[in-house]
């Protein structure tokens, strides 16, 4: 599976943003895709994760309620939808895949090159 994000851009404090994982490759609808975040100087955190179907998701405690990850299998698309953000959002946010739903990032077998993601006070 390869896997491609985009979407990031630089934008304000409480501003929303959306960013896309376009897969090719094998048959992405039998992956589960999760969305991680490094930011300067920090390690790479998990962020949410959607399950094959669109039918499950998890949220990392501060991106509840503020991102939502949804999935068109028939665009072998995985959308990240990201509001009210701050400063603290700022990262490169990476898509990946895996077999498992898990939040697990060892688990995860493919990655895309990652969307740079800048937030101004």
């Known amino acids: 599976v390869q896997l491609q994000a985009s979407g990031g851009g630089l934008v304000h404090t409480g501003d929303s943003l959306r960013l896309s994982c376009a897969a090719s490759g094998r048959t992405f609808s039998n992956y589960a895709v999760g969305w991680f975040r490094q930011a300067p100087g920090k390690e790479r955190e998990l962020v949410a994760v959607?399950?094959?179907?669109?039918?499950?998701?998890y949220y990392a405690g501060s991106m509840k309620g503020r991102f939502t990850t949804s999935r068109d299998n028939a665009k072998n698309t995985v959308y990240l939808q990201m509001s009210s953000l701050t400063p603290e959002d700022t990262a490169v946010y990476y898509c990946?895949?895996?077999?498992?739903?898990?939040?697990?990032?060892?688990?995860?077998?493919?990655w895309g090159q990652g969307t740079q993601v800048t937030v101004s006070s």
């Open positions: 990946a895949a895996s077999q498992a739903f898990t939040t697990n990032e060892g688990q995860y077998d493919y």
């Open positions: 959607i399950n094959w179907g669109g039918t499950s998701t």
